[in-house]
């Protein structure tokens, strides 16, 4: 197994994550739907209502409306950080679990 300090290879999680975010936004975003490149909904974070919400299933990159922060993030890594009020290495070791990955794999294992 490999060490606590084993690089996270980011881009390649956010891009595995980019290439199953159909399956993924409805699973952490219920109640959303699709306009256009974007899938709009409600964020949990806040209650779950409304469609405040958008991310652009093309690059990842998310906006949240509501409210005064202005939340956005780049990819898909930050938008589940910040919907589980994670920071983003806990966020992508959490993803990387649900992936199978491990820590020193820079790609998903293959179908099976």
Known sequence: ???????????????ALLQRV??????????????????VGPSRRSGGVGDSLKVNTTNGVWSYFAGDD?????????????????????AALQLMDELGWQRSRASAPAPG
């Open 22 to 39: 159909h399956v993924l936004l409805p699973q952490w975003l219920p109640g959303g739907h699709m306009e256009g490149h974007e899938y």
């Open 70 to 90: 202005g939340d956005s993030g780049g990819d898909l890594i930050w938008l589940y950080a910040w919907l589980n009020n994670l920071g983003q290495a806990k």
């Open 1 to 15: 197994m490999p060490g606590p300090h084993t690089p996270i290879d980011f881009a390649a999680l956010a891009d």
